[in-house]
């Protein structure tokens, strides 16, 4: 009787022993899925079995991390390589301006320096408006973001108001938008991005944004929809890409920050957001957000 509940304890333990071997096989293939199970005994083998599991679950952190680090590092090295060459041709067309206007200041050519430094001004103000762009996606990439109760109601009165919305657009609100759990600066930019881009791009006189809320299990989806010129298929995922510009036909000069700006936002805080548009019928642009 003593030999078979040794012999019984002895296939058991070989059990458990092939069992951690499985898992170290796992872990060292980068497989942090496995658990071990422990037994009642307390034994030297359950303690190396729940030592593997914290060092699994840690080594999974740590995989996890990287990877969103390695993801981060190549778009900031995308972002890098394509601001610099943004930047520089702004600031090349500025310096042959103003070598223009070292020739035009003779006192019959008053109308051309005029010409000049109209030209200039715009190509100032589209430098200031690249960089403010620029600062405002460099932000999206914080790992943490600080969250509290939103009202999304608030915020986009508040834009509206801020911006003189109501001036450029007529904006209609089915019901009322949700309180979310949010950061109020960065719900700031997808309202605000998200307005600007419907109207810089509409091709009606009067534009149109149309904006509503369906409540799902645990978050809820939001939608800005207008009657602009809508974007063909093969653009709807890489619109948010950084510096894309999609020809829409429209003479706005787009420095394609703005959407790629509200995608880091999203997916930061957990949500996601795409598009559905046929050309000639408008667009939409929607995303999700976790209940409060």
């Given at each position: 009787?003593?030999?078979?509940?040794?012999?019984?304890?002895?296939?058991?333990?070989?059990?458990?022993?092939?069992?951690?071997?499985?898992?170290?096989?796992?872990?060292?293939?980068?497989?942090?899925?496995?658990?071990?199970?422990?037994?009642?005994?307390?034994?030297?083998?359950?303690?190396?079995?729940?030592?593997?599991?914290?060092?699994?679950?840690?080594?999974?952190?740590?995989?996890?991390?990287?990877?969103?680090?390695?993801?981060?590092?190549?778009?900031?090295?995308?972002?890098?390589?394509?601001?610099?060459?943004?930047?520089?041709?702004?600031?090349?067309?500025?310096?042959?301006?103003?070598?223009?206007?070292?020739?035009?200041?003779?006192?019959?050519?008053?109308?051309?320096?005029?010409?000049?430094?109209?030209?200039?001004?715009?190509?100032?103000?589209?430098?200031?408006?690249?960089?403010?762009?620029?600062?405002?996606?460099?932000?999206?990439?914080?790992?943490?973001?600080?969250?509290?109760?939103?009202?999304?109601?608030?915020?986009?009165?508040?834009?509206?108001?801020?911006?003189?919305?109501?001036?450029?657009?007529?904006?209609?609100?089915?019901?009322?938008?949700?309180e979310v759990l949010f950061n109020k600066t960065a719900g700031v930019q997808?309202?605000?991005?998200?307005?600007?881009?419907?109207?810089?791009?509409?091709?009606?006189?009067?534009?149109?944004?149309?904006?509503?809320?369906?409540?799902?299990?645990?978050?809820?989806?939001?939608?800005?929809?207008?009657?602009?010129?809508?974007?063909?298929?093969?653009?709807?995922?890489?619109?948010?890409?950084?510096?894309?510009?999609?020809?829409?036909?429209?003479?706005?000069?787009?420095?394609?920050?703005?959407?790629?700006?509200?995608?880091?936002?999203?997916?930061?805080?957990?949500?996601?957001?795409?598009?559905?548009?046929?050309?000639?019928?408008?667009?939409?642009?929607?995303?999700?957000?976790?209940?409060?």
């Open positions: 009787m003593l030999y078979s509940q040794n012999e019984e304890r002895y296939s058991e333990n070989e059990e458990r022993l092939n069992d951690i071997l499985d898992m170290i096989g796992s872990m060292a293939s980068l497989d942090f899925s496995k658990v071990l199970q422990t037994s009642h005994r307390n034994d030297m083998v359950d303690a190396i079995a729940l030592g593997l599991n914290m060092l699994s679950e840690e080594l999974n952190t740590q995989v996890v991390t990287r990877r969103q680090l390695d993801e981060i590092n190549e778009k900031l090295e995308k972002f890098a390589f394509t601001t610099a060459h943004d930047l520089k041709s702004p600031l090349n067309a500025m310096t042959g301006l103003l070598h223009l206007l070292e020739y035009s200041l003779a006192p019959d050519s008053k109308s051309e320096v005029i010409e000049y430094m109209s030209r200039l001004k715009k190509m100032t103000e589209k430098m200031k408006g690249l960089i403010s762009g620029i600062l405002e996606y460099s932000r999206t990439f914080s790992l943490e973001m600080k969250t509290e109760i939103v009202d999304l109601n608030q915020l986009l009165n508040d834009v509206i108001e801020n911006d003189n919305v109501a001036d450029r657009a007529n904006i209609d609100v089915d019901g009322k938008l949700p997808v309202i605000r991005n998200l307005l600007d881009n419907a109207i810089k791009y509409s091709d009606k006189r009067q534009c149109e944004i149309k904006i509503s809320t369906e409540e799902l299990d645990d978050h809820y989806q939001i939608t800005f929809s207008d009657n602009g010129p809508g974007i063909a298929a093969e653009h709807h995922e890489t619109i948010f890409e950084l510096y894309n510009q999609v020809d829409t036909g429209m003479k706005e000069d787009s420095l394609g920050i703005g959407l790629a700006t509200v995608k880091n936002i999203i997916t930061s805080a957990g949500g996601r957001i795409w598009l559905e548009s046929v050309p000639g019928e408008g667009a939409s642009f929607i995303f999700t957000l976790k209940k409060t």
